[in-house]
């Protein structure tokens, strides 16, 4: 058992989880912009991208880059800063690092090495989405980006279909009338949903109808990150949804047709696991 006092004295320096604005900048917390001024190193997901936001509220820090295809070179050398008494802040390109973007390997890094690990409130697109829907807040499923392949998509979207809580993804504007055909094709037409778009931007727009409709309206041509909505099944199939233990269901899709990957990823991601764990139980390795 570890339990962490954030805010009393520690022995070695602090990682602090700073969120940033998904559009509009004054969505920026006083809070946040002090962090990051004070902090002695921030690890950005694309520093380009940072740099924009640091350069708006004169935040001189340093930014180094931290992202999905660097972890493993960087985790040691951020763990070494953070145990000599560095604080650090870590942030993405728009709203809370970790969800849907990079940050947990580090959160995870921290937290086996004793290292405070400190989150700051502040803008995120799926609960600001979600609360303007309505569909019913809560409960409610956040389940991300889903696989960019048809077949991948209908096997994890056959896999929520029983769900009583409003899903909540994540989707690009190339491939939102892909995902709303898949989620047609798995959910039914009649399923009440919601996008959201350009959240807190000028174009800022929500569209609320059946996933047919939504469907019809996205094949027109849309611009912008969309935030997608489903409600939940109210009538769910107990039989349909998926049994055992996360091993006996990664085999179970296996023979489905999908690949030991693909499988394992969206057992995790269902189940809340560890991927990485689950890929070495799987493999016994």
Request: overall charge negative; glycine content about 6%; proline content about 6%.
């Amino acid at each position: 058992m570890q339990v962490q006092a954030s805010f009393q004295e520690h022995p070695t320096g602090t990682l602090y989880l700073v969120p940033t604005p998904i559009g509009n900048l004054d969505d920026m917390t006083f809070r946040a912009i002090k962090v990051l001024k004070e902090a002695e190193l921030i690890c950005a997901e694309d520093t380009r991208h940072t740099r924009q936001l640091l350069n708006h509220f004169a935040i001189e820090t340093k930014a180094i880059s931290f992202h999905e295809h660097n972890t493993e070179q960087r985790i040691p050398e951020l763990i070494n800063r953070l145990k000599q008494g560095a604080t650090l802040a870590q942030c993405s390109d728009a709203g809370m690092p970790s969800i849907s973007d990079p940050g947990k390997e580090l959160v995870a890094a921290c937290i086996e090495a004793g290292i405070a690990v400190v989150p700051l409130p502040g803008a995120n697109a799926a609960l600001t989405a979600l609360i303007a829907s309505g569909l019913c807040p809560q409960p409610f499923y956040f389940y991300g980006f889903l696989e960019r392949k048809h077949q991948q998509q209908v096997t994890e979207l056959e896999q929520l279909k029983n769900r009583r809580e409003t899903m909540i993804f994540y989707e690009a504007p190339h491939r939102l009338a892909k995902t709303l055909a898949s989620m047609v094709e798995v959910f039914g037409k009649d399923r009440p949903a919601v996008l959201a778009r350009e959240l807190t931007k000028r174009y800022e727009e929500f569209a609320r109808g059946s996933l047919d409709e939504l469907l019809s309206w996205a094949k027109e041509g849309v611009r912008g990150e969309f935030v997608v909505m489903v409600a939940g099944n109210d009538h769910p199939t107990e039989e349909d949804a998926p049994t055992g233990s996360p091993l006996e269901q990664i085999k179970a899709a296996i023979e489905g047709g999908q690949s030991p990957n693909v499988a394992i990823k969206q057992v995790a991601k269902r189940l809340g696991l560890n991927r990485q764990e689950l890929y070495r139980q799987y493999h016994q390795l």
